[in-house]
DNA sequence: GTCTATATTTAGATAGAC
DNA sequence: GTCTATCTAAATATAGAC
């Protein structure tokens, strides 16, 4: 509380140092399978400084998981809402921002997903995903490009889960994946940035294909 | 080890009520996160029951991992070998078999992927999951289908992550949708029904687009 | 097989010297 | 701000009565 920002940027200071190894072992562990002691073993410091600096160890997890969700989320509002853009540049816009990150912290997804499995409400609605996802120019965007009327909102959300699953699923199962397929890391990540061509292609002739509205039940009438 | 298998099957023995409680309580809250308490109380028995019975966590945990696994991955075994069956026919039955399964119990993916994260050699190696996907029937069709021999092994892999995505996604991240698209349970499992109709037209889709090889980056050289 | 009580181990947090 | 030593709480595992 009484800290106040470092004059010299020097090497990272020790509350830098700590925060870093946290993120880095808490995406690795989870929170429940993360020791505080790990923390400091990575961040090369002695235990006490964490509870010195952090309070405890949920405290420095909030804080982790709120930049973590932050830099994983804010970007999309910019983008999803820009109104100079086609349906098509932003799939493109969209695909190259999220490939470039996962590729530089890969367990982002599995970490966060898990978060919120813990917590549904917690995070997702300190973010108001909800209301910006609903309120975006993207989505009046997507109506137009599917013909507006007869296409169910159900129809929407599963186009969105398709375009969202082909981003982010292979690092989820990156594991996975390297065991079946006998991937190196640098296979894998050659082949995420393959994705930054092949993505946008697998949209456009998903989007391009009829629907038949009939595949949809129209019972449940999800409604955005 | 001295036990036996029970003779009358009447109501579930202490021991499969350890069973299923474990089951249900490792899948929600994972391995770390899983007090013993929790899956005493879940399954309405004494907490020294646990460690009569399975010896310890750890092996409880082992137990319904494998079990876990071998739900999961079998019965892709048989039908990916079946060779009375197309491409599109294994893709339709695979869409069922897995979405069927999935709805039963939604967490299965995170669960196992989250395993695998943490332990990738040890189960994944057990199920052989490499040899099984390598030597597949299914493999071979898939090749013909894109047209055999201008289209790089990575291409395939791409394909593959695509069509488990589709499947698996929805359900790793449906705490996430269910907040972002403010869904009900009831709606969620109606659009995972859409889903065994819809999956393999995106899949045929995907297919059927023309495939450009320059797209792939070729220097890996990935051979399956 | 099941229970109560307890031992053991592990992990988060803090006091107090420097 | 940092360290050592220690406290406390929680969670796993076991001993022994029934």
């Known amino acids: 509380m009484s800290k106040k920002i470092e004059i010299s940027e020097k090497d990272p200071s020790t509350e830098e140092k700590i925060k870093e190894a946290a993120r880095k072992v808490f995406q690795k562990k989870g929170y429940a399978g993360t020791r505080t002691r790990d923390i400091a073993d990575e961040a090369g ?36 809402n820009n109104e100079n853009t086609s349906l098509q540049e932003k799939m493109q816009d969209f695909t190259n921002q999220y490939i470039d990150l996962l590729i530089s912290q890969p367990q982002l997804p599995i970490f966060i997903l898990n978060e919120i499995q813990m917590n549904p409400k917690g995070l997702s609605e300190r973010m108001c995903l909800h209301q910006v996802v609903i309120g975006s120019y993207i989505l009046k965007q997507f109506r137009e490009d599917l013909g507006n009327n007869d296409i169910p909102d159900s129809a929407l959300i599963q186009m969105i889960v398709n375009i969202i699953g082909m981003l982010v699923f292979p690092f989820i199962g990156k594991p996975l994946l390297k065991e079946i397929f006998n991937l190196t890391d640098e296979q894998f990540q050659a082949m995420m940035y393959d994705r930054k061509k092949l993505v946008p292609l697998w949209i456009e002739s998903m989007f391009s294909n009829p629907i038949n509205p009939s595949y949809f039940t129209l019972i449940q009438n999800i409604k955005l």
């Open 45 to 80: 410091v002695n235990l006490a400084l964490l509870n010195y600096y952090f309070r405890s160890k949920e405290k420095l997890f909030d804080l982790i998981m709120g930049e973590t969700m932050l830099l994983f989320f804010q970007s999309l509002k910019a983008l999803i």
